[in-house]
Structures are given as C-alpha cells and as structure tokens.
C-alpha cells in the first residue's frame, strides 16, 4: 500500500495549493501522522509560502529542512550539468528518510519556476513514480470550455500512462462557478470509467492578494489602521495622480490605492469614501517616495477611534511601486484565515473524501488529537447543515467567525441585531456575509408572535403582556425564542453577554428535557492523544445526589454523541469505600442512581482522578474496575473544583477545552465564554448543529 500522494498542478497557477490544504485536512481529520514533503521549494525571504503554511496549521514536527528535496537553484545546476538521475536520487533519498517517520506523506509538485513548462509536468510525473506514490494531477479551468478541459485531461492521462504513473484521480480547478456543473457532468461522462473526477469553482478571494501579502513581500510599513484590515482582499490597483473629484470616480470596490505619500487630499478622500455609503469599500492605501503623510493628517488619523483602512508606507516611487504590486499574485499564507476556510470550503463541497480515501487506503487512528476532533466537528456540521442564531451581532469576533462558517458550509447563520449597525460593521471588516440573515428584535414582524408565546409561557408567574414584549425584544430572548418556535435549530450567545443571560431564557421558554432535572454543562477536554467529557463546569455550584446523577447521565449521552465511548469516573477525595464523609456518600448516592436510571452504561464512584486516569493506580486502588484507569467522562462533585480543574488541566496539559456545551435542554443553547476567540466561536456552532441533528432524530 503506497504512504503517500502526488499533488502536482499542470501548468502554471493551478491552484494546487487549495487541493494541497483539503488533503492535508482530511489525513489529519483521521488520526494519522501525516508529513509533507516538496521535492523542490522556491524559498523566499520567509522560506517556500506552501511549505510555511502546511508546517504551521498542521504543526508538523519535522525540521524545514526534512520536508523537501531540493531549491529551484540546486534543481537549474542538475539541469545545466546534465545529472538529471543525480537529481531525482536526491530527492527519493530525503523523501525516504521522511516516510520513516510518518504514516502518510502529502507531496506537493513543482511551481513551474525552475524549468520549462513542458518538462516540468513530466518531471513531476517521473518524480512520483521514483517515490512509489500516486499523482493526483490538478487541471487549470479558468477561461476555459468543457471541450479544452476535456482535451487537457485526455492528454494528462496519455501523459501518465506513457510514463507508466498511477493517476488516483484528476481535479479540475477555477472553472467558472456557473459552468461547474455542465464541465463535471461532461468529465465524468468521459472519464469515470477510468478514474475519478472533481471539479472545483473560481473563488475570488483565493486568487487575489490581500493587503498583508502586499506589506509583507513588498516590506512595507504599517502606518495606520487595524491589523485585521490586512486581511482585506485586492481586487483591483489604482494610481491616484489626478485631483481628488476625478480620482473618486474612478474608485471601485477592493481598490487599492497607490499614492505619494504627500497626496493629503487623496489619503483622507480615501478614507471618508471607505466609511460612506455612497462609494464603494477599498481594500488599503499605499504611500510611496517614503514620504509620510503632514503631521496634522497623522494626528487625524491616530485620533480616529476605529480606522479599518490599512495605511502601508514605501519607499519605491509611484510608478516601481504600481508594477511591483501588480506583479504579486494571491497566495495562501497561515495568517489569513480567510483564505483558509474559503480554500477548506471549496475542495469539501466538491471533492469526495470518502472515495479519495479509498483510494489511497488511509486506515483510522486510535488517537484523537485536537484537529481530529475539531476536523470531524466540521464535517458532521456539514452533512446536514442546521439553522443557528447568533444574538451578538455586533460582536467582531462573531462576524469573523460567520464568515468561516459560511465559507465552510458548516451553518446557515441568523444575526441579531440593527441591520444598519450590524452592516456597517461588516463593512467595516472587510468581511464577505452576503448570504447572512440579520434580524432587528425591536422591529421584526415576528415580535408580537414571540411576546404572545412567551406571554402564555409565564403568565403563571405573573409575567404580563407588555412585561413579554418588551422583554422578547431583548436578543437573548428573542433568539431563544426562534428556537422554541422552531425557526432556528440552536443558538450561540456568551461572547459579550453573562452565561445568566444567556441560558435564563432557555430556562424559561425551552426548558429541560423529559426526565432530566437539571440544565448543565461539560467541556470537551482536547488533550495530546484523545478528547475526554468534564462537568459540570459552568452552571451548577452544589447539585444534589440526583442532580449529580443526571449530570453524569447527560454527560455520558453528550460524549456518545461526539463518539466518545463513556466510561464515567464520579469524583471525590476519596476512591470506593476508603473515605466517609457528607460529600463522598452524595457521590456514592450518584453513582447508584445512575446504575439505578442507566444500566447500560460505565459507571464508578466515589473515584479519584488519579485512579480514574492511570491505571497503574487503579490496578492497586480498585483493581477490578472496568472504567478506573480508562475514564472519559469526569463528573465533578462541585462548580468548585469542576472550573478550577478544567482551567489547570489547559493550562498545563495545553489542551484545548471546547465549551461550555450545555445539556439537558429540549433544544440546543450554548453559552460561549466572554474570552472566546473565533475558533471557539466557530466550533461551538458547529457542537450546536450537531446537538440540533441529534434532537431532530
């Protein structure tokens, strides 16, 4: 069975990269030890950018200096001295001592920098034969017809059948998006007999740079506006050398204007066309001649209380500048995250990892790491794509997180909030959420519906009609009760709100499940080599024997629902019949009610945490426990300790902790912490459409 890949493009440009990220994905996903290999790097001043960016999202182990063969310089003196062989030997001998250590290899062919085109695409055909792997050929479809691409792949697979290759499957990639499906069904009309075909379609984002590419290949200084402006993408240049009424004419969307730095007027008509409705967004500014902008328009500037436009400074003049930047070509760097979910998005929805797993046999792994799990959080989202509510509109950290999910099909996101407010935001980051729903709770149709539901739900309690809808038009409640309604399938609220205001109005209005007295929380607990369940965690701070046992139940139902076989360890400060006390007989209470409720599952208690995760001290402490030294679900006796240990176990183990993930409602409600970052964001809404396909079953 081969242990490895050949990705290589056919020409110049053909997006191998984004195939090259999907792959890497998918190994990862699995539990392998994938390791990537180039057999020839084009190093720049921050080395080869495709090598840098697989390195470091995958955080690969190996030094740079094992992952490729040899530099496009090295590979012009094999040439010029006629050692081709020499070359190729070279190469299989770095590649080898790779292979020994890994258990997949994803090998990433030629730029078609460092020889001629025609013979390029046959080196790299040669190449993958001398390491005994597959090719898997990416095809260029842009500004092409179904019949040339046709022809393209007709030649590339005489191409490798001539040298004796084994072709695994062909991509075809940036065909227009509107052709996709004409172009696929024509290939596969042709080809499927013989090998398989996916066709991938243009994303715009891909192909241009951003402004951070610019600033980094051209070393510019940052001067003014937020980082997180260097994500904007450029779609066009313009060189501002006319009067500003002219110049603003010419203005278009993504523009990226090239300027002396002493053009004043030109900086801040910039800026105000960027902030105005009335003209379209730009991507930057770039000043040139290393002139800086007066002092006054500095002070203007740094007293802007948010300036999204990047303001980048060069020394090269005008004109140098214009043709450097026009020679940069869109590439995918680690930073841009953007990119990066866009490129995931594209080869998910369109390539067919199950069959391309097949093909090249990739066995499963015991081990699940942090980016297994969160890979497999992704595509179970995927596969039934369920409708969240995100209350926080405004909140920067949920619009990025949007716009990762929406380029990963991972959701279809509702916002809360003023459209008008929660639009210019949008605008003011750059960000693409044209398919985004947002919704105004002051103002939206469904208001009255809402406030007469939650009139009727809490009436008994005194709540009033007027009490109801001035409370429905507060966002959690509001979202809440999209949910109960049915027009949402979940929501995620907690970065700027309390978890009481989050999940108060889930109380209320959603309320427990039938049999479960109690609404709680676990962590998913991401350590080196496996994931395991802690709760509760967040919501509880002294829950009863029976509450306790429900928790354990909940919890031991939530970890099967993420595959996580549960073997429950009820913890205490004493492990079996070796303590007493008021606390350890609340556990050992516990632990009875769920054999008592749940026969099916693993349970032990009073327990230990070292017992319940060594084994060598549960072989002397309770040696004849099925779950002591082999526990996944951990339930803490108190809020106490349950947050003080999740919080040690990240902090020394690094382990990534998911949550909290709330339990024990009708329908699913997660509160996110106030710290949380956009993977946070992004994986809890991926937990909550998992949790809203399990409540659909």
Known sequence: MPKGLYITGTVPRSGKSVVVLGIMEMLSGHG???GFFRPVIYPGEDGDSLLRLISTRYALECAADEMFGCTSEEVREFIAEGRINDLYSHVLEKYKRLEARCDFIVCAGTDFTAM?????????????NHLGIPLLPVVKGDGRDSRDIVESVRVLEKSVKNKKGELLAVIVNRVAADERDNIEARLRQEFISSFPVYVLPDHSLLNKPSVGEIARLLKAELISGDIEGLDR??????????????????VEDGSLIITPGDRSDIILGSI??????SYPQIAGIILTGNLK?????????????????????IPTDTFTTAMNVNAIEGTMAPENRRKTAAALGIVEANINFGEIEQRIAVARSSRVTPLMFEYELIQRAQKERKRIVLPEGTDERILRACEILLLRNVADITL?????????????LGLSLDRIRIIDPATSELRQTYAETYYELRKHKGVSYQTAYDAISDVSYFGTMMVHLGHADGMVSGAVHTTQQTIRPAFEIIKTKPGCSIVSSVFLMCLADHVSVYGDCAVNPNPTAQQLADIAVSSADTARMFSIEPYIAMLSYSTGESGKGEDVERVREATEIVRRLRPDLKVEGPIQYDAAVDASVAKTKMPDSEVAGHATVFIFPDLNTGNNTYKAVQRSANAVAIGPVLQGLRKPVNDLSRGCTVTDIVNTVAITAIQAQAAAV
């Open 32 to 34: 392998r030890k994938p």
């Open 116 to 128: 001629a085109i025609g013979f390029e695409f046959e080196f790299n055909i040669e190449m993958a």
């Open 233 to 250: 993408e450029i779609r066009n240049y313009k060189v501002a050398a006319m009067e500003l009424p002219h110049f603003l004419e010419h």
């Open 272 to 277: 105000l066309a960027d902030a105005s409705r």
């Open 293 to 313: 902008p007066a002092s006054q328009i500095v002070r203007l500037l740094s007293g802007l209380r948010r300036s999204p436009v990047p303001i980048l400074s």
């Open 416 to 428: 809360l909030g003023n459209p008008d407010e929660v639009g210019r935001k949008i605008t003011d």
